[in-house]
């Protein structure tokens, strides 16, 4: 079983207010990525990272940003967010061993009000 | 821009029924993911096929690659309640020095007793 965490795995908010999301694994995987997931749709990369300090955006046009300063932890933040923003967002890793596997999290279910 | 279409998009079947569902595209992939998600879950992988032709199976559920690499069959034997879910395919592309999960919208299959 993988061990990749998220947190809050559900929110409630206001527009406006600055949120985080939470996103560990303790696999000591270098790659992580965040997608967002709505009904009916494709899972969207929205951020990657290949290792401590390295960022990028995903195919999916976000206003979230990311940090990687540990290898082990990839938050995501909303500066400001808005109704638009609602959706599942889903956290996950893989391994440098070529096979792509991804290990997600349980996600974060997140509704702005 | 590649685009993985998955068919059908609900499947409502009775246990012990036979089911098959499929995962298209133009695009030519390295190697295919299928995956199952679970209610309040993130995916899990199920199986990685590489080979043109591939086929592989775990225990009631057979995967098949296309011969041309753009295409991918799941068929399940005597489908189970514990089958229920929303299976996704992802098809593994190389892009921009790295490679890249490219999913489908999955289908979301509910077996009843």
């Known amino acids: 079983e993988a061990d990749i965490y998220q947190t809050p795995r559900y929110l409630v908010i206001g527009t406006g207010k600055k949120i985080t999301l939470e996103c560990s694994q303790t696999?000591?995987?270098?790659?992580m990525y965040w997608y967002q997931q709505d009904p009916g749709m494709e899972l969207h990369l929205i951020h990657y990272s290949y290792g401590v300090n390295s960022t990028e955006k995903g195919d999916l046009s976000s206003e979230s940003t990311v940090s990687r300063i540990r290898t082990e932890h990839f938050p995501l933040t909303l500066e400001s967010a808005r109704p638009s923003h609602t959706s599942q967002y889903l956290c996950a890793s893989s391994d440098r061993d070529g096979r792509e596997t991804q290990y997600f999290g349980p996600g974060t279910r997140l509704l702005v009000l | 821009t590649q685009l993985l279409e998955q068919s059908p998009q609900f499947l409502s079947i009775q246990e012990g029924e036979n089911l098959t569902v499929y995962c298209n595209s133009s695009?030519?992939?390295?190697?295919l993911q299928w995956y199952r998600q679970e209610p309040g879950e993130g995916p899990v992988l199920l199986v990685t096929v590489v080979t043109g032709g591939e086929v592989k199976k775990l225990k009631r559920l057979t995967f098949q690659f296309g011969d041309a690499r753009k295409d991918s069959s799941l068929h399940i034997t005597a489908a189970q309640p514990g089958d229920t879910g929303l299976y996704l395919c992802a098809g593994i592309v190389f892009s921009g020095g790295y490679n890249k999960l490219i999913f489908g919208a999955g289908t979301r299959l509910a077996v009843h007793p």
């Open positions: 696999m000591g995987h270098d790659k």
């Open positions: 695009s030519v992939f390295s190697s």
